[in-house]
């Protein structure tokens, strides 16, 4: 039992570069969550899906992408990645008792 | 809209001092509150949320209504409770964060 997986761990891109970063749970969680965490500003939400085939914006949504496909997997997209998206990204799906549970994070550069 | 807000960025306080990181929040109606805590190298977690209203590895927390608070608390700090610590409120389906305190209890 894993818990929330993220890939990759770390990550450096060039401005304009694309990326996805992926995200799996293995504990048959409905809801699941990206998360950006800068200094001084703690965890932002990025993108939210409250179900397989459902996503809704949180409140940093500009320049990102999510897919959910299936119930296990919540992916990230960055179609064109700016400095301004250096930070360390955190997807997280929530318990039947509404309890958070956190992927390790990818910390992500922008050059 | 709701917000949740730590006003202290960084904590210091020697071991076996009491320490109480402060979240004050703003939403209409009656929120879920929790505190998660992130120690070096490992994931954020759970500490504890308002409903339960139990005491997790010594640290208590109380909502106040009135004063539309939710302060974490323990009274003899230790140094492995060195971590970030972060209050958050549960709203329509989603967790919005505060910005963090982190707390460094020295020996």
């Known amino acids: 039992n894993a818990g929330v997986t993220q890939t990759p761990k770390f990550q450096v891109l060039k401005t304009g570069q694309s990326m996805t970063l992926q995200c799996a749970q293995d504990m048959n969680h409905n809801s699941m969550y990206w998360y950006r965490q800068d200094p001084g500003m703690g965890l932002r939400l990025i993108y939210y899906?409250?179900?397989?085939?459902?996503?809704d914006k949180g409140e940093v949504p500009n320049g990102y992408n999510v897919s959910r496909l299936n119930k296990r997997e919540f992916s990230l997209r960055l179609e064109s990645a700016a400095p301004s998206q250096t930070s360390v990204y955190f997807c997280?799906?929530?318990?039947?008792?509404?309890?958070?549970?956190f992927g390790q994070g990818t910390r992500l550069t922008v050059v | 809209a709701q917000r949740v807000t730590q006003p202290e960025k960084l904590l210091s306080v020697f071991k076996g001092a009491p320490v109480e990181l402060k979240c004050n929040y703003s939403?209409?109606?009656?929120?879920?509150l929790f505190w998660y805590v992130q120690y070096s190298r490992q994931r954020l977690q759970l500490l504890l949320r308002h409903i339960s209203r139990e005491s997790i590895k010594g640290f208590t927390a109380d909502l106040n209504k009135g004063e539309t608070s939710f302060h974490l608390k323990k009274p003899f700090a230790q140094e492995e409770d060195s971590a970030m610590y972060y209050c958050?409120?549960?709203?329509?389906?989603?967790?919005?964060f505060g910005s963090g305190t982190k707390l460094n209890v020295k020996p």
């Open positions: 958050a409120l549960y709203n329509f389906n989603k967790f919005y």
């Open positions: 997280a799906s929530e318990g039947p008792v509404t309890e958070a549970f």
């Open positions: 939403y209409s109606g009656s929120p879920e």
């Open positions: 899906s409250a179900s397989e085939g459902t996503t």
